[in-house]
């Protein structure tokens, strides 16, 4: 407006002007150009609480001291750019209704110019604004608190725009994504990086139901920007504009991993329990702790006692009247137990309805009282009948062998896995005269073996421990008159599925009257060879004289028969020395003469002494070593075993013309073999051809006659050499025996 207009408006119609400005909701002031005031309306002097007395002739800078230097810059600048100055939301404190209150004012000072273009006046226009201010930082507050709670309860908020599907989140969305916190991601980066699955199965299906419903609700995976897997929970509401149509849709999401896996963990542990209680087929039971009535029972515990869970159930009491009587006693001290130890444990026989009878273990324990709840024993029931049979059958059975054990005169006793003795049948203590006691304790029973065994058995009996094989003693016990018997003891390892021993089971069999005829035996043995040595001595003596003195005779009868007497009493003597081996052998007698020899004079000399009686085979020698070979050893015996494997080659070779001897060394040994193309053995005569008086071929008498001793004398004298011998022989073919004897050297270290 024209200034000119607006004087003449106040010149011409000041009246009305001036109460239409009067009555204003805005303040309106004018200052001249000194900038004192010369209109006021009433809402202006209101806001500055002034009266128009106070205002109207004076200087603003009168009435408002403290702000003149801020005012006369406004002015100043107004005059300069000829420009309208907004103060907007001005916050100037003011006394209202006794208080002294922060207020907001938009203020516009308006330049006015007289026509010569001189500023005239300045108005002032002032509109409250204070409502406007405090109610925007209301909603500034509310918000940063929103953001603040949702932060804070990790809570994000969305903002989608559903015809657009433009997304606006708050920071922490960001997060749960996997993105650095701010960072905006739009909705469908969010949709790929749901789980295939979840996004098909569960948060399409929740977005197109929120569309018709207007809620949205789902709990899904996703794999973060890292690959890290996230559980998500959303919950959203959908707004529909004018028209019905969904326009946007505003909700929250939280990340709910944590609360997830701790979910699918107790699940899992919820399930390993009811697995691992279907598998034990226990039963549960709730107890309160006070009046100890159980108050919950299990299907399986309902089960046990024999209902059906479908369609039965029971009360403690009930429970208690299946208690078996001769238990009731036995039941109620286990329950006073429990009331100061917190554990409850019995094992009880029930009676079902149908009358049958069952073994239960019962199981509980105090759990303390949580959350104002009672305490209570939470515990488990088990159907131990069978273990119960089975514990009665494995007594029975035990009762059964251990009268069996008792009932035979042979001793029999049984041995843990450490070699303590646990158990003696009746015939130990009738034999003994002992107390069954006396036998448990630590080695008791050693007591009644005869002193010069007793080392040799401890020793034994150690080594079976150790070694886990069975044990073998021929030893002496004391009966109850103080006298001594032989006895064979023979111990077994029982082992379990691993192999570990389980016990002992071992007999001890009275062998006493069996070594008397042996020794006799033996005894004997000894006497006739004594007796039956003198006479052939006698005999080989003169037949050696005669033949001295008649062999170069013309009587050709008597010559052969010169020479048939001396091979059979050569012969006979052989035997007789066999057979007095035997008997020495059998009483660890067989003394060693050892000392060093060369085996290749050794070897060479056998075959020429057979050579000499025997010209029937070829005897072939082949030395396989460089150089000669020596042993320290008893010669003589030696060469009973060489001379022992050459006539049984012979011997078993009748059709074959052919026998060859190799000289050899294998590692620390050396190897003297014989090798003959004669009958041979197979396989399980093998085995056999080394133990006394074995004859493979014992119905051939005639054809190979024999005592079946050579061998085992054989075998004997090279274990005493610590020696070995093998053989290889295939039957038709023809058999070779090595015997190995110990090189020097090795016998040294
Ligand atoms: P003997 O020859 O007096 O019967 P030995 O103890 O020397 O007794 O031999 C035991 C058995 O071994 C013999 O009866 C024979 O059957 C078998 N045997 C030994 N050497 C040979 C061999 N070289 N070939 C075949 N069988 C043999």
């Known amino acids: 407006m024209h200034e000119n207009g607006l004087l003449s408006l106040f010149q011409n119609k000041e009246n009305v002007l001036e109460n239409v400005l009067q009555k204003t909701p805005f303040g309106f002031s004018l200052i001249n150009e000194d900038y004192v005031f010369e209109f006021a309306n009433e809402a202006w002097l209101k806001i500055v609480q002034k009266e128009k007395h106070d205002v109207l002739g004076r200087r603003i800078f009168d009435i408002f001291p403290e702000t003149e230097e801020y005012l006369l810059s406004i002015f100043d600048n107004v005059k300069n750019t000829k420009e309208p100055f907004y103060a907007p939301e001005q916050n100037i404190k003011l006394q209202r209704e006794g208080l002294l209150q922060d207020v907001f004012f938009n203020f516009v000072y308006q330049p006015i110019y007289s026509e010569t273009g001189e500023l005239q006046y300045f108005a002032s226009v002032v509109i409250e604004v204070t ?34 599907l433009d997304i606006i989140h708050s920071p922490y969305l960001s997060k749960i994504f996997g993105y650095i916190k701010g960072e905006q991601i739009s909705h469908e980066k969010m949709r790929q990086h749901l789980s295939d699955d979840d996004r098909i199965n569960i948060v399409e299906k929740a977005f197109d139901e929120a569309l ?24 959203g509401k959908v707004f529909f504009d004018y028209e019905g149509e969904p326009s946007r849709m505003v909700g929250v999401m939280q990340d709910i991993t944590q609360r997830k896996t701790s ?21 549960r039971f709730d107890m309160d702790f006070e009046t100890q009535k159980k108050y919950n029972f299990s299907h ?12 039965e159930t029971i009360c403690s009491e ?53 959350d104002g709840r009672k305490a209570y024993v939470s515990g488990t029931i088990r159907d131990i009948t069978e273990n119960k049979n089975y514990e009665k059958n494995i007594k029975d059975s035990e009762k059964k062998y251990r009268f069996l054990a008792d009932a035979i005169p042979q001793i029999v006793w049984i041995g843990e896995k450490d070699g303590q003795l646990t158990y003696f049948n009746k015939a130990t203590m009738d034999y003994s005269g002992k107390d069954y006691n006396e036998f448990l304790e630590g080695d008791g029973w050693l007591k009644i073996v005869h002193p010069d065994e007793q080392q040799e058995n401890r020793r034994l009996w150690a080594k079976s421990i150790r070694s886990k094989k069975p044990f073998f003693f021929e030893h002496r016990f004391r009966n109850k008159d103080g006298h001594y018997r032989w006895f064979l003891s023979r111990a077994f390892p029982e082992l379990d599925e691993s192999g570990e021993i389980k016990k002992w089971v071992g007999t001890s069999t009275d062998i006493d009257d069996m070594k008397r005829q042996e020794k006799q035996k033996n005894d004997f043995i000894k ?3 004594h007796e039956l040595k003198t006479p052939v001595t006698t005999i080989k003596g003169y037949v050696q004289l005669l033949k001295k003195m008649r062999g170069d005779s013309d009587d050709k009868f008597l010559v052969n028969s010169l020479n048939t007497i001396e091979n059979q009493v050569n012969k ?3 035997l007789i020395g066999d057979l007095l081996d035997i008997s020495r052998m059998e009483t660890g007698n067989l003394p060693l003469n050892k000392k060093k020899f060369s085996l290749v004079g050794l070897v060479t000399e056998t075959i020429e002494d057979i050579k000499a009686s025997e010209q029937s085979h070829q005897i072939n020698f082949e030395l396989k070593h460089p150089s000669d070979i020596e042993v320290y050893a008893d010669k003589d015996r030696i060469t009973q075993v060489l001379n022992n494997l050459l006539t049984n080659a012979i011997k078993y070779s009748p059709s074959s013309k052919v026998v060859n001897v190799e000289l050899s060394v294998d590692e620390d040994y050396a190897v003297v073999s014989v090798e003959d193309f004669g009958i041979g053995m197979d396989k399980e005569e093998l085995n ?3 133990e006394r008086f074995y004859r493979v071929s014992g119905d051939d008498e005639e054809t190979f006659p024999g005592f079946g001793i050579g061998l085992f004398i054989v075998k004997d004298i090279l274990e005493r050499h610590d020696g070995k011998i093998r053989v290889e022989s295939i039957k038709d073919e023809g058999s070779k025996f090595c015997f190995f004897l110990p090189l020097e050297k090795k016998l040294i270290n």
């Open 131 to 164: 409502d406007l201010v405090t109610t925007r930082n209301k909603i500034k507050n509310d918000e940063e608190r929103l953001r603040l709670a949702t932060e804070s309860s990790h809570t994000a908020t969305w903002d989608l725009n559903l015809k657009t």
């Open 212 to 235: 018709k419903t207007g809620v949205y609700q789902y709990e899904a995976r996703l794999i973060d920007k890292s690959g890290n897997e996230k559980w998500i929970s959303t919950n």
């Open 263 to 283: 979910e699918i963990l107790l699940q899992q542990s919820h399930h390993q329990l009811n697995t691992a209680m279907d598998a034990s087929k226990l039963g």
């Open 300 to 311: 399986r515990f309902l089960e046990i006692l024999g209902y059906d869970f479908r369609t």
């Open 318 to 370: 009930v429970f208690e009247k299946h208690i078996h009587k001769n238990f009731v006693k036995q039941r109620l001290d286990a329950l006073e137990e429990a009331k100061e130890t917190g554990d409850l444990f019995y094992q009880t026989k029930v009676v079902l309805r149908d009358g049958t009878e069952k073994w239960i273990e019962i199981y509980g324990r105090l759990l303390e009282p949580i």
């Open 527 to 529: 006497m006739a060879n």
């Open 572 to 574: 006979l003597n052989i």
């Open 688 to 690: 056999k051809i080394f």
